[in-house]
Every structure is written in structure tokens, then in C-alpha cells.
């Protein structure tokens, strides 16, 4: 049976040492380890496809998507952690080992350890998705909710680990993950030949270190390029600065790639390998969310489209014409979080807008403004007309309205229609000045 813990902050424990990550003494991880590790999991891991993409016609490259949100936990993470389990000392395996993660590291060690009769003890931030701890708890490990970020789990998880004499496993620098997730890096060489470059996600830095290794073992002349979100280039900076620097992480729809300390073994082997890291916005990742359900059929988290994107923003121009590998290295995102990334993804494309109309506040005022949206097949998805802050004349409504259009172009042409039948028409997401400043000043007074 799977037990849930839960834990204030006032019990949180300074950071111990994890042995494993030294910063002191790095670890570079060499090309037999990675082979190693694919003979070990072999049979354990799904060899995932690596399948040309639709969507090359429109990134004028060959893309192919090396779908590793089809493992059974939904990520990459199995590789790693099947691989580390399955390197345990006896003594160790009765034991057990612990690790601290807000999702699909605590999944794919919960699942392995119980295929591989391994007890796992996971330390989950207090915001980890409520499925990923109830799955977790599924496939039997002791899951701990504890720490109001995955720095304080990790802290925690390294006091159990110490006290129970548990192995502590970083789920993005510990040798043996980095070396499982290499194995993803020789499929790829194996299924797709002549390889121009791969294009890969970042993070802590885990999964590119084992697939730069091989693929550049392999074929050295193949680019590697590492992906990360603007809102936390840990590596990016690291990159510059010649070592792991930290870096303060935004919240972002690629959670998973919010890792504000890079990991010093995967810096160690991943820096001399990377030819090239780029940032890409919030926008583009949902865009590249909203392009994998509608053209692949695929169900993507932030994380694993991150690498897409950038290649949908423009940033990579010199692989136009390439054959290019993108992983798609997960898939677990929350039905929440997705409805968001699709809405969004929608507006980034043109395909949802919002702009705010003054009308005739007559009969049939707010129709005429639906007959003429309708006439050009624009489709109306909310509306809401104010009165009470409405500068013009009092027989005047403020509608704002959002609608659905076939992009930016057809977006361009309600627009272009509205101001031409309506003086006042604001377009985009904007907030109209519309309270009188004096009601403004004297709604502070009564506040306070």
C-alpha cells in the first residue's frame, strides 16, 4: 500500500550533499555508459517511433518526432530511471531508493521500481498535479507531499534519503540517468539516417546530455541543439557564464523545463557537445501545443513541444531544407493546463480575438453587430456589453467581444469591416480607459 504525507515548511531541512553531483567533481559521462544502459533497458523501455511529421511542409524542413510521450508513464524519464534501478546493489534494491519530483521522474521511478520489485519513496512539491501524485501512489510508492517547490522536496527527500539510508536519485544529473536517457539518442541515429541536427529539449540538462553524447559519437557532423523557455534559460546562461549558474525560473507552460540549477554532470558532458541553445516564448509553445492535437493527433505537454516551437518561431532558419529530430519527450499535461494551452495557442494563431465596439444601445443595436460578425463567417464565442463606464452618449453600449476566425488574415478583415461601421472600435486585448477619474479617486476613499 502507498501512503500520503503531508508536511509543513516550518519542517523543512537546510540542502545535504547529494554524492552523485559533486560540483566540486564533476562526472562526465562517456559513450560506453550510454551503451550500456541501452542493453540494460532493453526489453524494458518502449522503442518508441520516430515518424516523419506533417507539419514539415510548413516548417520547409523534414521533421521527424521521436515520440517518446508514448512510454507507458509518458515520458522520456523512463530511460533514466529503469536504467538506475536496474544498476542498484542488491543491498540497495531491499532498501529502496528516494527522489523528489513534481511529476514524470516520481512517475517513471514509481512504475520501474514496481516492475523491478524496488520500494520508491517520492517527495512532491505541494503544487504537483493531484493525478500525477494519485498515479504515483497506483503503481505503490510511498508518496510524501511535502515543500512549496521542488527545492524544498529535494531537501527533504535528501534528510530521508540520509536517515534511512535510502540512495537519493536526481532525476536530471545522477551518472546512470544520463547515461538511460542516451539511449534515446541511439534509436534516434538508428531510425532516421543522415541526420541534419536534432533539436531537443532542456531542462535540467538530463535528456540532452545522453543524446548529444550519442548522437555525436555517432555522427559528429549531426547538430545538436538544445531548447529551452525564456522564462528559465538555465542552460542558456550556464552556457555563457562556463559553468552551472542559477538562474531565477518564471512560471511557464513548460514546467517541466523549469529548472533553475542546471546539473553539474550533465554540464560537465552535455557543454562540449551542444552546438547551439536558443529561448523561445510562452506564445510559440502554445501554438506548437494547438499544431501537434490538430496535425499529428498528439497530446503534448509544454516541455515536449518546446522544441517545436522554436523551430515554428523562426529561430533556427539555418535548418531550413534540413532532416531534423525533434523529440516530443512528454506527455503529461494537465486537462486544465491544456484547455489553456489550446486557447492560447488559438489567439497566438490569429484564430481567436477580442476587440471592443461602442454600439447603438437601441433595439437591435447588438444584433446589427452580430449580422455583420456572422456575414463574414466569423464564429462569436463570448460577448458582454457594459454601460455604467461609457464615456460617449447614454444611448451608447461598450461591447467587447471574442470570436473565432480562420487567422490572421480573415482576423484582418472583421477588423477592417468594424472600423469602417463603427467609429469606436478598440482591437485586441487591451482595457479601454473608460472610468471617470474622479469616481476612480473617490472609490479609493471609500476603500480605505
Known sequence: MSDVHEG????????????????????????QDVSAAAYKIKGGIIKTPCSKSTISRLLDME????KEFLQVTGSFKE????????MLSKEQQEKGVVAAS??????????HGRELNVHITVVMPII????????CEQYGAT???KGADINESRSYAMKIGQEKNLLYVNGYDHPHILAGQGSMGLEIYDQVKDIDAV????GGGGLITGTALAIKTLSPSTLVIGVESERCPSFTKSMEAGKPVYTPSLSTLADGLAVPMIGVNAFKTAAPLIDKMVVVSEEYIALAILRLIEMEKAVVEGAGAAALAALMAGKLPELKGKRVVVPLCGGNIDSTVLG???ERGLAADGRMCTFYVVVSDRPGGIAELSKLISSMGVSIKDIYHERAWLKADIFSVQVKVTVETRGFEHAAELESKLRVSYPTVLWGPQVPEIRDQSLLSLTNVNDN
Open 8 to 31: 509543513n515548511d516550518s519542517e523543512m531541512m537546510g540542502e545535504l550533499t547529494d554524492v552523485f553531483c559533486d560540483p566540486d567533481n564533476p562526472v562526465e559521462v562517456r559513450f
Open 102 to 111: 513534481a511529476g514524470n521522474h516520481a512517475l517513471a521511478l514509481a512504475y
Open 128 to 135: 504537483a498535479p493531484l493525478m500525477k501524485v494519485s498515479m
Open 199 to 202: 533539436v531537443c529539449p532542456v
Open 79 to 86: 530511460r533514466g530511471a529503469r536504467y538506475t534501478l536496474k
Open 340 to 342: 489553456r494551452c489550446i
Open 143 to 145: 508518496v510524501i507531499v
Open 63 to 66: 521533421v521527424y518526432f521521436k
